[in-house]
């Protein structure tokens, strides 16, 4: 695992992905017509701001979480690594993207936001890899009990 991959991951291939095709969806709005998702320029707002503080507060606590002199050099599973195995993407995904698509109030762009995850989930392919290389059994046994982008919900005790 090199400097920039400990550093970067697959976040900046990902982030040119998702503004191409947000790119594309802001092109399409005018020409498909599908109406707004609520009309009311204030929801928008109130979207927006909620979204970008829950953003914010998953990107630090992932930073703090992960030194950067941590990457690479040991599997990190507490903080916000003990919920998400990739936490920074998570808080795009979740948070930012919603927000961005109901501030934006057309329907084509929930849809690019919900196109964001099997995109992401692709994107990120190459930096599991890598951690399963690093990390050998280790990082299959992280993965069995935290999710990629959605925290993993605990079974019932005895339950299947």
Known sequence: MNTYEK???TGPRGLLFS????GATAYLVPH?????VHGIPLVGWISLGVSVVLTAALVVWSVKSLPVDARGERLVDTGAFRYFRHPLY???LLFFNFGLALYLDN??????ALAQHPVWHLNIRGEEA???TAFPGEYEEYCKTTGRFFPKLPRPAGGQ
Not at 19 to 22: F, I
Not at 32 to 36: A, D, E, K, N, T
Request: zero cysteines; hydrophobic letters at 75%; aromatic letters at 20%.
């Open 90 to 92: 998570a808080a795009f």
């Open 19 to 22: 503004a191409l095709l947000l």
């Open 107 to 112: 329907w084509l762009y929930v849809i690019w």
């Open 7 to 9: 550093i970067f991951g």
């Open 32 to 36: 498909v017509g599908l109406p707004s």
């Open 130 to 132: 890598l951690m399963r």
